[in-house]
């Protein structure tokens, strides 16, 4: 799986992440083995579910750009 971040722009999807105490070795962790998957109810994107190396459970919502290529839009710690 590639993984798209943009890393230049202020409001890219690595300062999204960043911006919840996350990065992306921990999104790109859960995107290539998450625990479940489902789809966004507000925005139809997918989204992976998974633990990340200190035990947190975190949410990464993503686009699908084609059947070997995504793009993280946000991640964020689920309350469990």
């Not at 998974?50 to 964020?76: E, K, S, W």
């Amino acid at each position: 799986m590639h993984v798209i971040w943009d890393s230049v722009s202020p409001d890219g999807n690595l300062a999204h992440i960043e911006a919840h105490g996350l990065t992306a070795d921990d999104v790109e962790r859960v995107l290539w083995e998450p625990d479940g998957t489902d789809m966004s109810r507000s925005t139809g994107w997918p989204v992976a579910f998974g633990h990340i190396n200190d035990g947190r459970l975190i949410c990464v919502v993503y686009q699908r750009i084609d059947d070997i290529t995504v793009m993280p839009v946000t991640a964020f710690e689920v309350e469990e």
